[in-house]
């Protein structure tokens, strides 16, 4: 088993940065790809940023690109979010997610959320207009 716990969530006004942290317990994340994904009210759950097991790849909404930064931490098992330039329409909960290396294959895998087996329960993120 493998226990998530997000943090770093705020209000933040438009335009300014948040870093979101992802803690785990239980077993070492080493050898799990790990992804975050945000739900606003009223709508689905969506797909955020990804990151491969070793940290060598990296994959991104094209809602987000060139304004957020997913990273990880094997040793400290934690995995992070810089979100920069942020803009009310990134208003959600963010929850972070890890499946079995094994389950991922190609670029769009890491967008299907069935693949990952494990979910934190989230952190609130508010962005002032």
């Known amino acids: 088993q493998v226990q998530l716990v997000e943090s770093g969530g705020g209000l933040v006004q438009a335009g300014g940065s948040l870093r979101l942290s992802c803690a785990a317990s239980g077993r070492t994340i080493s050898t799990y790809a790990m992804g975050w994904f945000r739900q606003a009210p009223g709508k689905d759950r969506e797909f955020v940023a990804a990151?491969?097991?070793?940290?060598?790849?990296?994959y991104y909404a094209d809602s987000v690109k060139g304004r957020f930064t997913i990273s990880r931490d094997n040793p400290k098992s934690t995995l992070y979010l810089q979100m920069n330039s942020l803009k009310p329409e990134d208003t959600a909960v963010y929850s972070c997610a890890a499946g079995r290396s094994a389950s991922f294959s190609g670029t769009y895998s890491y967008r299907n959320m069935a693949l990952y087996d494990y979910w934190g329960q989230g952190t609130q993120v508010t962005v002032s207009s």
């Open positions: 990151i491969n097991w070793i940290g060598t790849s990296t």
